[in-house]
């Protein structure tokens, strides 16, 4: 099976989109067919594209997408050439959108897209809601993208959706069919880690150990996990709380806070870090508002169970993977159910070996390879 993958970001840059770009683009070749990466020109404009990623991050992020569809017509023209060089199967995107904008294949072949939000139902999400909008964008863009949008989406043979709340959306909002719309749920952005032998203990008076990850200390709800080793010290417990990615401000530090602010896994020592902070910790406390979460799907893989906010679609089940509350709460609830579990550790063992069990049977970049070879397999043989 040939497949041209289609993104404004190359796959081979791991950083981007929060590394998923890349994990998506390895399972692919994996699991299949031959994977070829797409130009990322802009064709006749391809000026404008440069003149773009010149640009601060913050703006170039805010005009890349949209001058995009704005120049659709010209751009889809060079995508169009790159698939007359070769023969293939499928056509597939990956995050950006707007790269299948107006795309007209050259011969049949199947289209397939995945993405964690689309513009459009992550705007109107209580999680786009949380960061505002000008006039002019809610008004006059915002309109304009959801047509474009529509058009996109209307037209693929197949899109694969991590999340039940990203299909539950899209199909309401773009018209989608089931046969269309379909879930595979994503990986973690890790290599797989060996299984722990045995479930970490948690009882009382033993330090109790919290994690929170992400680059952001407030979108990733760190007030609220730093409140809950707080509220957790206050009752007896010797709670501990291990940062990594991000800088907490000083109201949110003390003594029983451990930050790394940077970790690269490239690095041994520092990728050794990053696991033991994982495999030692008993809860990940991170409410944030976010459509997936990489690091609810790395805690599973670790058999860290999650405490999060039930929200867009993190890929918390609540009693498997730890547990997803309801919006409003906070660190009384989160410091409930770890207490909770302080009088029956059995119960949070089986909590880790159930994170664990639901990682290597769904949340995994091999099943989501698997799964899609069999949809194309099957959608490209009728």
Known sequence: MKIAYLCDISPEHTQPYSGGNARIYQALREHVGEVDILPQ??????????????????????????LHLLLSRIIARSVTRALNARQYDVVFGAYSFQSMARLKTPYPMLKAFTADASFTVYKRSEIGESFGSSWTARKLIDPLTFREERKIYRNLDLALWPSEWLKEEADQMY????EQSVIV???ANIDTPIAEAKPLPLSKG???YLLVVG??????GGPDAYRTMQTLRDRGVDARLTVIGTQPPAEHMSEHVTVHRSLNKAIPKERDIFEAAFRNSHF???PSFESW?????????????????????VPVQDGVTGHDLPQGAGSAEFSAIIQGYLEAPESYAALRRSSRMDFEERLNWDT????VHDLFEARLSV
Not at 215 to 220: G, Q, T
């Open 185 to 187: 749920p994503w990986g």
């Open 175 to 178: 018209g989608l069919s089931d």
């Open 215 to 220: 680059r952001d200390w407030f979108a990733k």
């Open 206 to 208: 033993a330090p109790v």
């Open 368 to 371: 989501w390879g698997k799964t």
């Open 284 to 286: 990940l406390v991170q």
């Open 293 to 313: 979460g990489f690091a609810f799907c790395e805690a599973a893989a670790y058999s860290l169970p999650s405490l999060c906010l039930s929200v867009g679609g």
């Open 41 to 66: 020109s802009w064709g006749a404009a391809e000026p404008v594209r440069r003149a773009i990623y010149a640009l601060p991050d913050g703006t170039n992020l805010r005009l890349r997408w949209r």
